[in-house]
């Protein structure tokens, strides 16, 4: 399968080599500007222009990294795209591409704390939690699935 433009280039190698977390980096890194500081209308147009694979991996690395300091960060940092529905289809599509169900159930109840008026500390602290500690755990799966199937997420040069 030919990738669009852009994507990343890797080599065999490189893909086997790299730390999970450099890896989806390298893979994704050429998709950002692509949706960086674009209306929404935008970004689903550009979405359409990536494999399947590019998608779900840029929906995981939104919530990898915007993610890593919990909940309040997660809405602080992408306050212009957690209203929006098509986000969390993203995000549920992209756990449901790599088959991460622990994680999915976790932004199922994230995307529920999105509509209450008040939040709950408690239940945000425990999701907190179970996301920190499903982060490390679908990273290392997302960068097995890349590594299994590269030519869905990077162009692999010799």
């Known amino acids: 399968m ?8 890797l080599t065999l190698a490189e893909i086997r080599a790299l730390e999970p977390e450099e890896l989806c980096r390298r893979c994704v890194a050429p998709v950002i500007p692509k949706f ?7 970004r689903l147009e550009e979405a ?3 494999s399947t694979g590019q998608r779900m991996l840029f929906a995981f690395w939104l919530l990898y990294t ?9 809405c602080e940092r992408l306050a212009h795209v957690i209203a929006s529905d098509h986000f969390w289809a993203s995000l549920l599509a992209a756990c ?7 994680l999915r159930a976790v932004i199922v109840e994230f995307e529920a704390l999105r509509s209450e008026p008040e939040q709950n500390s408690l239940r945000v602290k425990a999701l907190d939690a179970a996301l920190a500690r499903l ?22 040069v010799c």
């Open 2 to 9: 030919s990738l669009p433009c852009p994507a990343a280039e």
């Open 36 to 42: 960086r500081g674009r209306p929404l209308h935008n």
């Open 48 to 50: 359409d222009t990536l």
């Open 66 to 74: 915007y993610g890593s300091a919990g909940w309040f960060a997660l």
């Open 96 to 102: 449901d591409y790599f088959r991460l169900p622990e």
């Open 135 to 156: 982060r490390p755990v679908a990273l290392r799966e997302v960068a097995e699935r890349v590594r299994c199937e590269p030519d869905e997420f990077v162009h692999v």
